[in-house]
Each structure stands twice: as structure tokens, then as C-alpha cells.
């Protein structure tokens, strides 16, 4: 039986380069997005002659309209196509009052918005064909406002908002959803956003983080967070949330909120 192509956006480094490292060496086809073209060829040239494999390269902006509307064209046409890997994306160092709105212009766009557009593209036709999977890559940063990193984080709680709801609704029809949350992971993230490198955490190896995600995928877990050791309070964590949900049918205040403030 054909394996599935795989579509992986930011595919040029860090945890894209390797997820194509990975779905090259069992044997599905790729096709890699992100800016840097240079990049994407020459990992896709080892990885031909290493796996013989079929790889497409596309350019493209995910932050840029038309380059978004370029990739959702591939999804929607390209019928080998039966995961996305939406990895792209980038994080802000910074204050929120000293970022600019540029910049959080271009954090939101990447990291949510195309986010959502080529899970969107996608959709129609794994539902027809009751397949296809949609990989989201969040963050334990959305779990944590703690950690300070608001707007990113908030994007991050977004995409795992966005793969639950999403799982909820396609995979009765046949489409599996996966949110990964990695945590401090090795890739050019850190530089690139501007971090000070006394702030970074210790970093997992991107290949182990890859492949816990994968054993994720293959167990087909909705929510992976392979940092987490105990998997358990990811569990609790979820019943805790749940168990809120019959007080939201209330039609009258809680009486903590009927005593006048102190
Ligand atoms: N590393 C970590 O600690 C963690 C990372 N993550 C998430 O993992 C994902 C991958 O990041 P990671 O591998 O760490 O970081 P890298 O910076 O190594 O890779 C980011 C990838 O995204 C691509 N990208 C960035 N901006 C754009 C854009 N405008 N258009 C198209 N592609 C773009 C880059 O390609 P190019 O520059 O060629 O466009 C690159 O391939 C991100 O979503 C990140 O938030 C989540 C938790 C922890
Ligand atoms: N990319 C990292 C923070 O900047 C993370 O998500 O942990």
C-alpha cells in the first residue's frame, strides 16, 4: 500500500528538518516548506540519496498571503498528500510592551494564522476521503503564562486549542489531529527570536524530541507532550477541566460573586 506524502512546513531546520529526516526514512514521500530554499534542497538531496524517496521543495512565506494561499493550493490538489506537519514557526524574546506590533504581526501570522489556514485547506478533502492526519506543533510555553513569553505563548495555546477542537470534530470522520507541546527543545528558535542565551532552559536533542512525537502520532495520542514524565497529570489536568464544564450551564451568579467585596 502507497504511504501517504507528507507536506511539512519549516522544514529548512530544527524540528521540521527532522520530522522529514524521519517520514523520509520510512518511506513516505515529502514536500518541505519554508523561506529558505537553499535549505530545504540541500536536505532534500540527502535525503533522496539516502531513501530514495520523492521530495518537493516549495518556497514559501507563511507570513506572506499569497505564499499561504500557494501551500493551501498544494493541499487542496495534491491527492498523495495524507499528513501535515504544521511546524513553522517562531518566537519573540522581548517585553510585550517593547514589541513591536510588527513583530507580533509576523509571530501571530506564522504561528496561527497559516497555522489554521492550511489545517482549513486540508480538511474538506481528508473528510472525503475519511483519512489524512493534521499535526500542530504547540508548546508547554501555552500552558505557562509564568513563563513570561505572552503573545507566544498565546499562539501556542491557540494551536492546542485549535488541534483538540479540531480532533473533536474530524476524527468521528476519520481525520486524526495531533497537538505535540514540546518544551525548551535544541534548534535555531533561540537565537533567531533574540533570546539571551543566560535565559535558555536546557534543551532536549531535537531528534528525541521528534521521535516521541512520532511514538505520539503512532499511537495516535491527541495531545503529545513529550517533556512531560508523568503523562498522568496531563490526564488530571484534562478531568479538572472538565469537571468545570456542567457549572457553565448556570444561569445565576456563584454566590462567591453575590457577597459584596470586601
Ligand atoms: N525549539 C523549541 O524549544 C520549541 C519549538 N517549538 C515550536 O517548534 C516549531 C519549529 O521550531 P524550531 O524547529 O524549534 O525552530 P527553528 O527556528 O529551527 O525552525 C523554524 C522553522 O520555521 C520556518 N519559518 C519561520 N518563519 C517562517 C515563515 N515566515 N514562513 C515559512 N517558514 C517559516 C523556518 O524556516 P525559514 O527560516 O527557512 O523560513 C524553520 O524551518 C515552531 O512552531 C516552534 O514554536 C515549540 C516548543 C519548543
Ligand atoms: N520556542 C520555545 C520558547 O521560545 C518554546 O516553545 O519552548
Known amino acids: 500500500m502507497t504511504k501517504p506524502a507528507v507536506l511539512i512546513t519549516g522544514a529548512s531546520s530544527g524540528i521540521g528538518a527532522t520530522y522529514a529526516d524521519r517520514f523520509a526514512r520510512r518511506g513516505h514521500d515529502l514536500v518541505l516548506v519554508a523561506r529558505n530554499a537553499d535549505r530545504m534542497e540541500e536536505l532534500a538531496a540527502r535525503l533522496r540519496a539516502e531513501t530514495g524517496v520523492t521530495i518537493d521543495v ?6 506572506v498571503d499569497a505564499d499561504v494561499a500557494k501551500v493551501e493550493a498544494r493541499l487542496r490538489d495534491d491527492k498523495r498528500i495524507g499528513v501535515l506537519i504544521n511546524n513553522a514557526g517562531l518566537a519573540l524574546a522581548g517585553a510585550f510592551e517593547a514589541q513591536t506590533a ?3 504581526a ?12 492550511l489545517a482549513h485547506a486540508v480538511a474538506p478533502r481528508f473528510v472525503a476521503e475519511g483519512a489524512g492526519a493534521i499535526v500542530n506543533i504547540g508548546s508547554v510555553v501555552g500552558l505557562v503564562p509564568e513563563f513570561g513569553q505572552t503573545v507566544y505563548g498565546a499562539t501556542k495555546a491557540f494551536v492546542q486549542f485549535l488541534s483538540q477542537g479540531l480532533a473533536h470534530e474530524l476524527g468521528p470522520k476519520g481525520v486524526y489531529v495531533q497537538a505535540v507541546l514540546p518544551a525548551g527543545t535544541a534548534t535555531e528558535i533561540w537565537s533567531r527570536a533574540g533570546a539571551d542565551p543566560s535565559q535558555v532552559p536546557p534543551l532536549m536533542d531535537v531528534g528525541a524530541l521528534v521521535d516521541a512525537a512520532l511514538t505520539g502520532f503512532d499511537r495516535r495520542e491527541a495531545v503529545t507532550i513529550p517533556p512531560l514524565q508523568d503523562g498522568a497529570q496531563w490526564d488530571a489536568y484534562q478531568g479538572a477541566r472538565l469537571a468545570m464544564v456542567p457549572s457553565f450551564g448556570a444561569t445565576v451568579p456563584a454566590p462567591r460573586y453575590l457577597e459584596a467585596a470586601q
Open 58 to 63: 516549495m518556497q514559501a512565506d507563511l507570513a
Open 106 to 117: 509576523q509571530l501571530v501570522g506564522v504561528n496561527t494564522v497559516a497555522v489554521l489556514r
Open 102 to 104: 510588527a513583530d507580533l
